[in-house]
């Protein structure tokens, strides 16, 4: 692969004993296929594609080297010869495409969700139930006896190395940090005595799979939480693992229960490869940057500065399989970008369910969600460029049915273009982006400026319609709701009205959480938010001068006084993403946001809005008060005489507008599409 716009990207890294055809690395992630022996055809043809693609490296999810290390009970193992058959159909599948994998043990202490867990010593974690017994020296040697078995039975199924998973809070991290380690035997105490689980790890594994094997360990860079380990401390294991047989070391930022986001879309691309070059500095191994980094650009440009040897990406791989190939053919524009939001992997994966995408519901369901060209061309129209129209007319036209694509609107995206206005979610800009050249590519009519009538539709004689027309916005029955300062959403955040300084938003869902966000932004202040001020504002300290590199947040002054409102007794933001959430509930709280629940709303006047909340009256005297009470289905098309010659279909908003997002948008404007 050439291509001179990523030179350092798409070299070759020669390992001594093996070739890595580039520095991408596809990171771990935990897909919900690794856990049954009857999901492994899934998980080969989803690694399969990877490879294809092009890819350098590929890791597994995470496999436990014995019971007590499952994150989740009856979670994947590798403990005997029964699993290898399992594993076998992966590495075969990968390396028939001529890719490399390596398979991730990941012990996960303290952090399993099952009753056996086990620690450097008895402290609870905050984010799981269960407190974990502390390891015995028996316990410890047991262990490690596990980590060994489980890479030489990964090496008997084939795979081409193992990751280590040294890093994010699980067991080996837990060992390695005083937060935890409160032992005052050999295996607590100073840095030497905390590492030794690590090495001995290591050390065990080298001896069972011997020196042509490859052994990546992820070490934990930035710990970003109290107690975590000084940089001298950090630097330290990093040279006792090189020297114990590491072949390659990964990096990681922040534990689980920190509270700083480390891989959400609202962290600057990249805001961590500074850290990873310091580390490149003080060893003599490869080492690997991670963490939002989502496009080329960024990971070429991290290599040629000179912060690693190679660019780890794992969502990005979820969105595009084919990234790498694009990348090297200089096609760029149709990488199908990560945007960060989470909602369909870790949200997922933290509720137990498959991991997909939001941009691509292909992810993980390539066995069942399938593009295949078709035989009988149909006449479609596709009515409204959302993310549900772009999905279907895209996925259609790329099966060879002739479509057309109407909107009203002068530009195509549909409720996106009003997202990626909000601070944070810049990203959504990538998913316009790449939706519009699809469209090129796959040869759809795009009719925009045009709201198209029923009887226009039926007149042209489509075979199918689809509609994609979404959601129009509710204005709740307040008293005074025409009152002059009172504005929507999307006066707003599209039309950019005139905002005072005093805000009330009625209505807490994820609508009026992001109009909090764009409305505590000081506009003179850069968008996307630079790396420094995002770490300042988080406490992130990327010199790495502090304990767990945790810093006194110094958060950006509020532009505004908000009161975000909503009628529900529950807590404001309960129903944001699992893994996304807490991060826009802290932001508001840090602006200083007064969250209200269990709010009625009397009446909007001149004084501001009236309001009724713990059975006490109270005027909010607000300069504005800005409607985000959610929305209904906008669908003017299917009523009226039937067709026997036109098929009518609802997706995405025109469906249902209840609890509608993209990701729900995205998959069945593709599932539909895939269907005709
Ligand atoms: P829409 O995006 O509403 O698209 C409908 C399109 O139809 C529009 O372009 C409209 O112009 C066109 N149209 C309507 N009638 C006609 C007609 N008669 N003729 C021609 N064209 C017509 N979702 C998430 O999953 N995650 C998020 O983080 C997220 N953040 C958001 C933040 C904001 C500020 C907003 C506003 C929305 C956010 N959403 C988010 C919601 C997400 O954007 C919607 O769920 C999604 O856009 C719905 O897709 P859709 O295609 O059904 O409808
Ligand atoms: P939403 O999540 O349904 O929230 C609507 C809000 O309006 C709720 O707080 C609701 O609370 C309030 N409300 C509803 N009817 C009302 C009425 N008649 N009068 C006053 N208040 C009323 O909708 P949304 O915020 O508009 O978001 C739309 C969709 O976009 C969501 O489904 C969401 O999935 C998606 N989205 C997601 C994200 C994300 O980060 N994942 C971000 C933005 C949007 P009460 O009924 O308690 O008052
Ligand atoms: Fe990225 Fe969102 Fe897809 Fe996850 S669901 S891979 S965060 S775009």
């Given amino acids: ?87 076998r159909r992966v590495t075969r599948a990968v390396h028939a495409e001529g890719g490399k994998i390596l398979m991730q043990i990941l012990h996960a202490g303290r952090y399993g969700y099952q009753p056996f867990v086990v620690s450097a010593s008895a402290v609870k974690s905050p984010i799981s139930p269960f407190t974990p017994r502390a390891l015995t020296e028996r316990g410890i040697a047991a262990t490690i006896r596990a980590y060994a078995r489980c890479a030489r039975l990964a090496k008997l199924a084939g795979y081409d190395g193992v990751e280590v998973m040294g890093s994010e809070g699980y067991l080996l991290n837990q060992f390695l940090c005083a937060r935890v380690n409160r032992r005052l035997d050999r295996w607590g105490g100073p840095i030497e005595n905390r590492m030794r689980l690590a090495l001995e790890v290591v050390r065990g594994i080298r001896q069972a799979v011997g020196p042509d094997f490859i052994l990546m360990y992820r070490h934990s860079v930035l710990d970003l939480v109290e107690g975590g380990n000084t940089w001298e401390e950090v630097v330290a294991v990093a040279r006792a693992l090189e020297a114990a047989g590491v072949t390659i070391l990964n990096t990681g930022y922040g534990w689980h229960e920190a509270r700083v986001p480390t891989i959400v879309t609202s962290v600057p691309r990249a805001a961590f490869a500074s850290v990873a070059g310091r580390l490149r500095r003080e060893v003599n191994i490869p080492v690997v940057a991670s963490n939002r980094i989502n496009m080329p650009m960024q990971a070429e440009e991290v290599l040629a500065r000179g912060d690693a040897d190679m660019v780890s990406m794992a969502r990005p791989f979820l969105a595009d399989a084919a990234f790498v190939a694009k990348a090297a053919a200089g096609r760029v524009d149709e990488i199908n970008t990560c945007i960060g939001c989470n909602q369909a992997c870790l949200d997922h994966t933290f509720s137990n369910r498959r991991a997909s995408c939001l941009v691509n519901p292909r992810a993980c369901h390539e066995t069942e969600l399938n593009y295949t060209k078709t035989d009988k061309p149909r006449k479609i129209a596709v009515v409204g460029a959302g993310p549900a129209g772009l999905s279907a007319a895209t996925v259609a036209a790329g099966r060879g049915h002739a479509v057309t694509l109407f909107d009203a609107a002068n530009e195509v995206g549909g409720q996106f273009n009003i997202a990626m206005q909000v601070p944070g979610k810049e990203e959504f800009r990538e998913t316009v982006r790449y939706f519009a050249r699809q469209l090129e590519t796959t040869g759809v009519r795009v009719e925009l400026n045009r709201r198209v009538t029923r009887a226009e539709l039926l007149a042209a004689c489509f075979d199918d319609v689809i509609v994609a027309t979404g959601v129009r916005m509710r204005m709740p029955a307040i008293p005074g709701i025409d009152h002059p300062k009172v504005l929507s959403y999307l006066q707003v955040l599209r039309d950019k009205a005139p905002v005072g300084r005093r805000v009330a938003i ?168 895939a269907r005709l």
């Fill in 506 to 673: 009625i209505g807490a869902g994820g609508i009026g959480f992001d109009t909090g966000e764009f409305l505590l932004h000081d506009p003179s202040h850069p968008l996307p938010q630079p790396i420094a001020a995002w770490a300042g504002e988080w406490g992130v300290d990327l010199e790495a001068t502090v304990e767990g590199g945790l810093v006194k947040p110094v958060p950006a002054r509020p532009y505004r006084q908000l009161y975000l409102l909503q009628r529900k007794s529950t807590r404001p933001g309960a129903g944001l993403g699992k893994t996304s959430g807490w991060v826009h509930r802290a932001a508001l709280a840090r602006g200083g946001v007064q969250m209200l629940a269990g709010v009625r709303y009397d009446r909007i006047d001149d004084a501001g809005l009236h309001i009724t909340v713990g059975g006490e009256q109270r005027l909010l005297a607000v300069d504005n008060v800005v409607i985000c009470a959610g929305q209904e289905s906008l669908d003017e098309l299917t009523a009226g005489e039937a067709s026997s010659a036109t098929a009518f279909h609802k997706i995405g908003g025109a469906a249902l507008a209840a609890e509608l997002d993209a990701k729900r948008a995205i998959r069945e404007g593709a599932a539909l599409a």
């Fill in 1 to 87: 692969m050439t291509n001179t716009a990523y030179p350092h990207l798409l070299a070759p890294l020669d390992l001594g004993f093996t070739t890595l055809k580039n520095r991408v690395i596809m990171g771990s992630m935990h897909t919900g296929l690794e856990d049954r022996f009857y999901h492994y055809g899934k998980l080969a043809a989803f690694y399969r594609e990877r490879a294809a693609g092009g890819v350098g490296l590929i890791v597994t999810g995470g496999i436990s080297p014995n019971r007590q290390g499952w994150l989740l009970p009856l979670g994947g193992t590798m403990n005997w010869i029964g699993d290898v058959l399992n594993h």
